[in-house]
């Protein structure tokens, strides 16, 4: 049976020659949102807004883009589409949308001049349907890779992943696109999707990174970034939620190594739509073993694309 959780939908839009694109995730009303950064090079919007301490609660939707600093376009589309449809947050003169929005670095990969705009950000929100878990080469995930040490001719081809967990009556879905400077590695610590060594194999990041400081060297100057979301439906306050998100890292740094490098965007978005009751420990905990596992299906479902490999050409 498909997993779903009631009043979420997630949308994808790309451009599949230029190799970008951007997802969106579609929020019930009254969902409440989080988010903690951790990577050295965020490229966002509305971050800020979902502090605790700060005034709206209610958050729409979360747009994950390709397209770097360009690709923060792509939130005004979604913007536009929720307008329409009447939803936003109650000023008394308007209803204004809050979408907090990360991308990715993926301008080397395609045509550096393809980027996600409004337009493809609003068709994102008419293809989102509560059919949640596609995963592989499409929206933001299009121009995604790993493994950038080596540069970009020695990288893995990556995209969107996702997983999900179901008990009780208790939901909680992850979905990532992984786009990171590091190496995906599975639950031994073994590397599956990196930088490539010319006679085969793996170069392993990280080891790398030990070897360059007897030679005083420096990663390459490569931008990436990791962008993940957790939805729940358990009844969370902000802060919890808040919480949620700072949890999900430890998925990440399960399965990227090295992950929140300054080369890094890396952050994760969290959502509550509020349906049943559970606590918000539980709920840390399990999001960041599905993100894990989301990451991993993140390799695992891509196909290469642009002479890059994937996953499934070098098992």
Known sequence: MAFRI????VGHAQDEAGLTGCSVVLLPPGAKGGVDVRGGAPGTRETDLLNPVNLVEEVHAFVLSGGSAFGLASTIGVVRYLEEHGIGFETGVA???????????????????ARPDAEMGYRACLEATEEITRQGNLGAGMGASVGMMLGPANCTKSGIGCAWFEAGGVKVFALVVVNAFGDVVD?????IAGARLAEGGFACT????????????????????????IVTNARLSKTDVNWVAQRGHNGFARAITPCHTK?????????????VEAPADAIGVVGAVIMSQAVRNAVMHAASVAGIPAYADLV
Do not use: Y
Not at 187 to 191: F, P
């Open 6 to 9: 009631d009043g979420v939908k």
């Open 95 to 113: 209803r204004v949308p809050i979408v907090p929005a990360g991308v990715i670095f993926d301008l080397g990969v395609g045509d550096s001049t």
């Open 187 to 191: 639950e031994r610590g073994e590397v």
């Open 206 to 229: 990280e080891k790398c990174i030990g070897n360059m400081l007897n030679v005083a060297g420096e990663p390459p100057p490569l931008t990436n970034t990791t962008l993940g979301v």
């Open 263 to 275: 080369l890094d965007g890396d952050l994760i978005f969290a959502a509550a739509t509020g349906q």
